[in-house]
Each structure stands twice: as C-alpha cells, then as structure tokens.
C-alpha cells in the first residue's frame, strides 16, 4: 500500500473534476431552456389562445331559413301564352323575421304573385333576370313586413324553383 503514490499536480486527475463541472453546467443550461420553452408554450397557448377561442366561439350569425308553397302564374310574351311556376326561400339571421314572414303570409305570397305576374318571359331568360326579380321580391317583402310593424331584416330571397313554359 506504501508503493502506491498518489499525484495530485497531474493533468490526468484534474480533468474528471474540470469535466464533471462543465456537464453540469451544460445541464442545468439545458434544463432552463427546456423550463423556460415550456413556460413561453404555455403562455401562448393558455393565455394568447382565450382571444382567438372567443372570435371562433362567435362565428357567423345563425340563418334561418323558410320556403312558400310554388306559385304558378302567366306572364308575359310574344305570340302565345307562358307560365311561370316559381318556389322562393326567405333567408334571414333573426328569428322574429320568419314569425312574421308566416303571420303575414296571405299578404306576402299575394304582393309576390303579382310581382311574378308582371314578368317578361325575355327578361327573367337571363341571369341579371333572375337576380333583378330576387331583388324585387325581396324588397317587397321587406316593406309589407315594414308596413305591420314587423321585423323586416330579410337578407335575400333564393329561388327553390324557376321554370317558364
């Protein structure tokens, strides 16, 4: 036990101490930047997220949807007699809309058959047509639901069906 000699001025003895403290330094380095991603991904998902969470929960408006029973009318054109078979759907995003549009129903599908009867044959062939009498209708709709003091947020008048003879 005596032959043993023991250096400590050795280059070889000083290097596990030197590199043990240098590990542990690059661990705890690794440690923070894993606690410190950790809290930036929390915060960005947990705090920044509740203001997108919000708008998504908001979303667009609900639509409600109604239809009229098909409307059959003659109209308009050159030579011999045609008819226009038409079924239309109210769009809007409030539900008192569609309450009134059914109280008031009669006045409605009257006012529309008479729009519908005043129609050109050459007229409503084409798109800009269709799209005009939509838009007519609409309006029509929105002022006698105007009229009775109801809702009248009508937001578009769809056509289910559209056939000329």
Do not use: C
Not at 20 to 49: D, H, R, S
Not at 83 to 105: C, D, G, K, Q
């Amino acid at each position: 036990m005596a032959d043993k000699e023991v250096n400590l001025d050795d280059d070889e003895g000083g290097a596990p101490k030197k590199g043990g403290m240098g590990k542990l330094i690059l661990l705890l380095l690794i440690v923070i930047l894993l606690v410190g991603g950790g809290a930036a991904a929390a915060w960005f998902f947990l705090v920044a997220g509740d203001d997108d969470a919000e708008q998504v929960e908001e979303g667009p408006p609900e639509r409600f949807y109604t239809s009229l029973e098909p409307m059959t009318v003659n109209i308009e054109a050159p030579g011999r007699i045609r008819y226009l078979r038409a079924e239309v759907s109210l769009v809007t995003h409030e539900a008192p809309v569609i309450e009134a549009f059914e109280r008031h129903m009669p006045a409605i599908r009257n006012d529309i058959l008479g729009i519908l009867a005043e129609q050109r044959y050459e007229d409503l062939n084409t798109r800009d047509g269709k799209e005009s009498l939509a838009e007519e209708l609409k309006e029509a709709i929105r002022e006698i639901l105007r009229s009775r003091d109801a809702p009248d947020a009508v937001e578009a008048v769809l056509f289910n069906e559209l056939v000329m003879q």
